[in-house]
């Protein structure tokens, strides 16, 4: 089918936030244009090696080619390949772990909850969960979530259970329980964005098989539940949604009345090209939504696109953690406890009783999540060589370590998703001197964490190593500081009802270029203590349901 020179609606972006929406208004019958920067991957490509994956640029490009530049706290610029989530087509779902865990009522409520915090710009969500949550059920509905409901003490309010049952996991997450439950804390599986059974609405994905290798790979067999294996290929058999790979967008253009009239990108040939429409929408992650807008300067927008409140950038944010370690020694151990021989991969626990107030000293807390350490080989030594006592481990006593405490050992982690509160110093600007390879200007972030970041951290991470000791391991250990999950990122052009402290309206359009939605990360006004990838795309179903209904009532453009 042939597509029209204008299109209705042009989505940039093909993650999370913009394979939804492209979704909905394609079954709504709109003309619809997909732009993603990376290239289309097939499920043969997704291949089990961690050089090819994970250490060169399938997923992130190289730092040479499209840097990112970071400032931390006031020190000197550094180029880097942080701040980047995926280029591919859909985005940063197609290397997810799946965790789909829904936000609470009250963190729509942050503002309310808190009042005003010292050094923190916080509001409440132009929405509540009660508007967000049919969108909750249609994400897990539609593209296959699989888990246990009813049994979190501390679950979110949800109109019935979850469409397929939990996968299969380690026996030691019965041990975690029984653990959680001696220390007063409530254990619960975690839902995941994963095939457990066959999906009917989409027969040629398959189901899990249990490989290990969930997060930073993609699914060789579709039973990850990633845009590129739902929405956008139902988007497609509609006929009315065309997806090009390997398309770079770098300005945004608008008319003279301030209206967003298509998009200046580049192709895979590296050859300028225009793509035009009646409506634009943004998605391509919290700092490049934003370094996209900052970028598409003109006359009527000489500070970036629908930055006149110079909000675009501010209130970035990221999920804060600090993870966990525990070996439990087969030799020492496997006699008295001999579930630890089981090859399940997935332990599938994660414990709320600290989500809120987790010390009186921090308001916010956060997640916790439990699971057998990565079997990357090449992660596994860089965790053994640096988690000695001071200096690094390498030689003969590395490969010892190795031996010990990976061949001759169950490792068991835990990670932590932790609320983070924006503030003025953390922000994405244009970097003055810094270019990608096509000599775009790049995105500049500033780190400057606001206390409670650090106290919220600390203090889930205190519960976490308090659950791996009551389960009795041999070692545990913490080799990480605290750090910001800089692929769950959030906040940059946040919605809000007041236009002077926000880039979107409750609908993810803008307050300044009405034709012009942004769907990604960009809109959450803050993380809580959940990744971020469910809200995404329940907002993404909100926001494009909302456009479909303006588009049959002829509203769209607006």
């Known amino acids: ?139 897990e509905e539609i593209v296959g979530v699989s888990g246990t409901a009813g049994v979190n003490p501390f679950e979110e309010p949800r109109s019935g259970p979850f469409p397929f049952p939990a996968l299969d ?89 301030g209206r967003a009239t298509g998009v200046l990108y580049f192709d895979a040939d590296g050859k300028t090209q225009r793509a035009r429409a009646r409506a634009v929408v943004v998605s391509c992650s919290a700092i490049e939504s934003a370094r996209l807008l900052l970028n598409s300067r003109c006359s009527l927008f000489p500070d970036g696109l629908g930055n006149g409140n110079g909000q675009v950038g501010r209130n970035l944010t990221f999920s804060n953690h600090r993870d966990g370690f525990a070996r439990f020694d087969l030799e020492k151990q496997l006699g008295a406890r001999p579930w630890l021989s089981s090859q399940e991969p997935f332990v599938h626990r994660c414990v709320q009783d600290f989500y809120f107030d987790p010390t009186p000293d921090s308001p916010t807390g956060g997640t916790l999540s439990f699971l057998l350490a990565h079997r990357n080989p090449i992660g596994n030594a860089e965790v053994q060589a640096i988690s000695g006592a001071g200096d690094l481990t390498f030689g003969v006593q590395l490969k010892e370590r190795l031996r010990r405490r990976i061949r001759g050992a169950v490792n068991l982690s835990f990670e932590s998703f932790c609320e983070s509160l924006p503030n003025a110093e953390m922000h994405v600007t244009i970097d003055p001197d810094v270019r990608d390879r096509w000599g775009v200007p790049s995105a500049r972030i500033t780190l400057a964490h606001h206390r409670y970041d650090l106290l919220a951290a600390e203090a889930v991470h205190e519960k976490g190593m308090q659950i791996l000791m009551a389960l009795r391991p041999d070692e545990t250990w913490s080799p990480y500081p605290f750090a910001e999950s800089m692929i769950l990122q959030y906040g940059t052009c946040r919605f809000g009802k007041d236009p002077n402290s926000s880039v979107l309206d409750a609908d993810c359009r803008s307050h300044e270029v009405r034709n012009l939605w942004v769907v990604d990360g960009s809109f959450i006004p803050n993380p809580g203590g959940v990744p971020p990838t469910l809200t995404i795309m329940a907002n993404s179903f909100r926001v494009g349901s909302a456009m479909a209904h303006a588009f049959r009532r002829r509203e769209i453009p607006g």
């Open 1 to 139: 089918m042939a597509f029209p020179d204008v299109h209705d609606v042009l989505v940039i972006g093909s993650g999370a936030g913009g394979g939804p929406l492209a979704y909905e208004l394609a079954r709504a019958g709109a003309r619809v244009l997909v732009l993603e920067k990376g290239p289309r991957y097939s499920r043969g490509d997704l291949i089990h090696d961690e050089i090819k994956i994970c250490r060169e640029n399938f997923f992130v490009p190289y730092e040479g080619d499209e840097p990112h530049v970071l400032v931390y706290g006031g020190g000197k610029p550094v180029r880097s390949k942080q701040g980047w989530i995926a280029s591919c087509v859909g985005g940063g779902t197609v290397h997810m772990s799946g965790f789909f865990l829904r936000l609470k009522p009250e963190d729509f409520k942050l503002h309310s909850r808190l009042g005003d915090v010292d050094g923190a710009d916080i509001i409440d969500w132009p929405i509540s969960y009660g508007d967000l949550a049919p969108y909750y059920d249609r994400v």
């Open 169 to 257: 996991e380690h026996p030691i997450a019965k041990e975690i329980d029984r653990a959680c439950a001696g220390l007063g804390y409530h254990a619960f599986p975690l839902p995941r964005a994963i095939l457990s059974r066959p999906m009917a609405a989409l027969p040629g994905r398959g189901i899990c098989s249990y490989c290990a290798l969930c997060g930073s790979y993609g699914c060789e067999n579709g039973a990850k539940s990633s845009t590129a294996e739902t929405v956008l290929p139902l988007a497609e058999a509609t006929g009315r949604c065309e997806i090009r790979p390997r398309c770079m967008a770098y300005q945004v253009e608008t008319d003279g009345k």
